[in-house]
């Protein structure tokens, strides 16, 4: 009957002290690690980068409310996924959680399956998005080690520019584009153009550049 | 022309008298009767004056009396005939009388001086008619206008035992004999007092008397068994001691006394009102005129009656008829008369009185006595009354209005109530769904710990209390919600304030967390008491609160701060204020605040304030609104504190 525990620690904001026993209580009997808070500041103080799972939060609370903490979260190290869980929800708010990423909204009285389900997707979440942050902080790794200008000429090699274009736009001689090409496709460790491309765009690099 | 006004103005107070001896007691009544008589004399002079016109002569009309002025009898039947004549005349009536007085002057000579005196009086005179009231004889009627007037024709009126001698007839003169009704009295004694075994006969000794006596003795062979005492040779002035110590069924009766054996005259009524009042027994007459002094009764002569029938036979003389046509009138019928009061004096029942007797001197009933001031107390009091009723009705009306105005007011606090719950209702749900929600996730923890094959008992016990509690705080809920949603009326009773507003903060907290207002409860360390409606207060302060929080909303959210503070004030109130941090109120709304359907809301209703002024002011406390020294507004409301 236990769902596989996904790894990762629960995080419940809630200030409703009660409430907050109880959902712990539920999902730590459904095999879950929880930690448990009663207000979103003192969960956003003890929030470390290191720290995986989800969020389930209250969405009515004294001090920062449930869609200022998701805020808050968003802008923080660790994204952790939410899921809202209200006493009453109003359209509005709901609306605005969603659009924000919040995995889930339910209300306090949702039933257990539906509630369990969603800290499962959460956590799932939560998970790839962590590995998928440690992939790509990996990647990034490997294109710390570029110097400024070789990463200057990557980004016009990934927008299919010819070595005489590249030159030009950065006022350097064609030979030292060169260079630089050959250089960086050997820290990369890339054989292609195709497969630097690839490379590139999984690191999430140059997305908001706009074409010169 | 002297005399004639004269008489008139005699007559009318002697009838003026009599009227307000026998029925008139009142001042104001006696002059009311007095105007009125006036008037009708007036009224009767101008139809006189009118008449005369057509009819110059006036009737002359001689009364001759054989008694003085004061015989009782004779006032009241003088009396009668005149009123008869003028009452019936179409011609003027002019009244002269003379008195022989033959009580006080009974010798011949007198008689013969009275004669001459007549004869040159009313020599000369033009007389129409003589009317005579003899008594002892019948020389008033015959002999004497005979010799003086012998062209006048004559009428008398005897009230007497006497024969009339046969010699008046041929004098052209015609007349009533009343006889006493002595059978009628013997046989209302009988009536009033079938116990009587004796009478005693009081009676003079004159011809006249001894008629009556023998009259009275006749009549007492018809009543077997009973005893009568003809008292005749006592002088009278004895009989007042004597009639002290009569035994019981005795009566007395008094016959005519024109001479007692001492040679003095009594009338009837002066017998009456010497021997009555101290009699041991009742006192019976025989003439009308002779009741009302303390005799009882009798079957009497009406003086009036016989009056008005001498007054018609006189004036059909007058009116040309010959005396010697009409024959003379022997008249023996009696009215039945008691003395009411006498009645009362020997209880005697009033329902022995023949139905056709006539009971004198009762006292007259309010009614009778004060007609028109019942009448017109009466229609004050009827006004009255009606302008009472009135009154009432207003009064009423007035109270169902009110009434009705108290029910609108209870029910638009219901209904501003539920508004108010309206504002609250995701608050309210969000209250309920806390513990609900609890609840829920602790009942489905437990099934999953009863998965276990060694479940965690602890743990059960501890989800099972919390479970409980939070049940109970669900029900506080729904116990608030009810209370606050309840239709009533104002029920007062001493509570904690602080608990008041502690409960109301916890009530509007969720609706404050979710608009990201901070609420401030300020409460005096020693909890005042208060007075009042709970609910209702409940209500002021919720609606305040729920205004201050409408007030903030667009205020920056670092000021959203809303205090509720209560503290005693020196007067011995409590003072409650709460106040926002919104952008106050501009001064000329301040004064329209508790003014019905005044709302600054685009959905208000313009009721909150109104109902809670109302409120307040039911509990006998004031409620203002103004706004802060530095920032918002702030609304505050006084209440009595309770003292014990």
Redesign the interface.
């Given at each position: 009957?236990n769902p596989p525990p996904e790894s990762g620690t629960v995080f419940i904001v809630d200030?409703?002290e009660?409430?907050l026993?109880?959902?712990s209580?539920?999902l730590?009997?459904?095999g879950y690690f929880v930690q448990a808070f009663d207000s979103a500041e003192k969960f956003l103080e003890q929030l470390a980068p290191e720290m995986s799972g989800c969020v389930l939060a209250d969405l009515?609370?004294?001090g920062l409310?449930g869609l200022e903490l998701q805020e808050a979260l968003a802008k923080s190290a660790n994204p952790l996924p939410v899921v809202f869980?209200s006493?009453?929800g109003?359209i509005p708010t709901t609306v605005q959680a969603m659009r924000r990423g919040a995995e889930d909204f339910l209300?306090?009285?949702s039933p257990?399956e539906k509630l369990l389900d969603a800290v499962r997707r959460a956590l799932a979440r939560g998970a790839q998005e962590r590995s998928e942050r440690v992939r790509l902080q990996k990647l990034r790794v490997r294109f710390d080690a570029l110097t400024p200008r070789e990463m200057e000429v990557l980004e016009h090699v990934v927008r299919g520019k010819m070595n005489k274009q590249i030159a030009d736009d950065l006022g350097i001689n064609e030979r030292t584009v060169k260079l630089h090409r050959t250089n960086l496709t050997r820290t990369l460790q890339v054989q292609s153009v195709a497969e630097l491309t690839r490379l590139v765009e999984k690191a999430g690099l140059f997305k908001h550049g706009d074409t010169k | 022309m002297k005399r004639k006004v004269r008489t008139i103005d005699c007559a009318c107070l002697n009838f003026t008298k009599q009227f307000f001896s026998l029925t008139v007691r009142q001042p104001a009544e006696v002059l009311f009767a007095v105007l009125a008589l006036f008037f009708f004399d007036k009224m009767d002079c101008f139809a006189q004056s009118a008449t005369d016109r057509e009819n110059s002569s006036p009737k002359h009309v001689l009364m001759l009396f054989n008694e003085g002025k004061d015989v009782p009898g004779n006032i009241i039947l003088e009396q009668a005939v005149r009123t008869e004549m003028q009452k019936n005349s179409t011609n003027r009536i002019e009244f002269l009388a003379e008195y022989l007085d033959a009580s006080h002057f009974s010798d011949k000579e007198h008689f013969r001086l009275f004669e001459d005196y007549l004869g040159k009086k009313y020599a000369g005179q033009n007389l129409d008619l003589i009317m005579s009231f003899p008594s002892r004889d019948y020389r008033l009627a015959g002999e004497l206008p005979n010799a003086l007037f012998s062209d006048v024709p004559v009428v008398f009126i005897a009230v007497n035992e006497m024969d009339v001698p046969q010699a008046v007839g041929k004098f052209g003169v015609t007349g009533i004999v009343q006889r006493f009704d002595i059978r009628g009295t013997l046989g209302l004694i009988m009536r009033l007092q079938p116990d009587t075994r004796r009478v005693v006969v009081i009676g003079g000794v004159s011809d006249v008397d001894r008629a009556t006596l023998g009259r009275i003795a006749e009549a007492s062979q018809a009543l077997e068994g009973i005893k009568f005492e003809f008292w005749t040779n006592r002088p009278v002035a004895e009989l007042p001691e004597a009639v002290k110590s009569l035994p019981e069924g005795t009566v007395v009766l008094l016959s005519t006394v024109l001479n007692d054996v001492s040679g003095q005259t009594f009338y009837m009524a002066q017998l009456a009102q010497m021997l009555a009042p101290s009699a041991s027994v009742p006192v019976y007459v025989l003439g009308g005129w002779a009741l009302g002094d303390g005799a009882l009764g009798g079957s009497v002569v009406d003086s009036e009656d016989l009056g008005a029938r001498a007054g018609q036979l006189a004036l059909r003389v007058l009116g040309g008829a010959n005396p010697k046509t009409l024959p003379i009138e022997v008249a023996t019928k009696g009215t039945p008369m008691v003395d009411w009061r006498a009645l009362q004096r020997w209880r005697i029942k009033e329902s022995r009185v023949p139905a056709n007797g006539v009971i004198r001197y009762r006292p007259e009933t309010l009614w009778d006595e004060h007609r028109n001031l019942i009448l017109f107390s009466l229609a004050v009091f009827l006004a009255q009354a009606v302008t009472i009723g009135g009154l009432l009705r207003q009064r009423n009306r007035r109270r169902k209005a009110e009434a009705e105005i108290l029910n609108q007011r209870t029910e638009l606090a219901h209904v501003t109530r539920v508004s108010t719950m309206g504002q609250l209702t995701?608050a309210l749900?969000?209250?309920l769904?806390?513990?609900?929600?609890?609840?829920?996730?602790?009942t489905?923890?437990a099934e999953?710990?009863l998965?276990n094959e060694k479940p965690d008992l602890e743990?059960i016990r501890a989800?099972l209390a919390?479970i409980h509690?939070?049940d109970q705080?669900a029900g506080n809920v729904i116990e608030r919600m009810r209370s606050l949603l309840k239709r009533r009326s104002l029920e007062l009773k001493s509570f904690d304030l602080n608990e008041l507003l502690a409960e109301t903060i916890t009530l509007a907290q969720?609706d404050a967390?979710?608009r990201?207002v901070?609420l401030i409860l300020q409460m005096p360390a020693v909890p005042p008491t208060v007075r009042g409606d709970r609910v209702h207060l409940q209500q002021v302060l919720l609606n305040l609160i729920l205004n201050g929080m409408d007030a903030m909303a667009d205020a920056a959210k670092f000021q959203r701060q809303l205090t509720v503070r209560a503290e005693m004030a020196k007067d011995g109130n409590v003072e409650i204020a709460v106040s926002d941090c919104g952008s106050g109120i501009s001064p000329d709304k301040l004064k329209h605040l508790f003014e019905p359907f005044f709302t600054t809301k685009a959905n208000g209703m313009g009721m909150g304030l109104a109902i809670s002024q109302t409120i307040i002011e039911a509990h006998g406390g004031k409620i203002r609104g103004e706004n802060n020294a530095t920032r918002g507004a702030v609304f505050k409301f006084t209440l009595p504190a309770d003292q014990k």
């Open positions: 009957m200030d409703d009660s409430f026993r109880s959902v209580r539920l730590r009997a459904a009515q609370m004294p409310n869980l006493a009453q109003d209300t306090k009285l257990k | 995701s749900a969000h209250e769904n806390q513990p609900l929600g609890a609840i829920l996730r602790n489905e923890a999953i710990l998965q743990e989800i919390d509690k939070d705080r969720s967390t979710s990201q901070n």
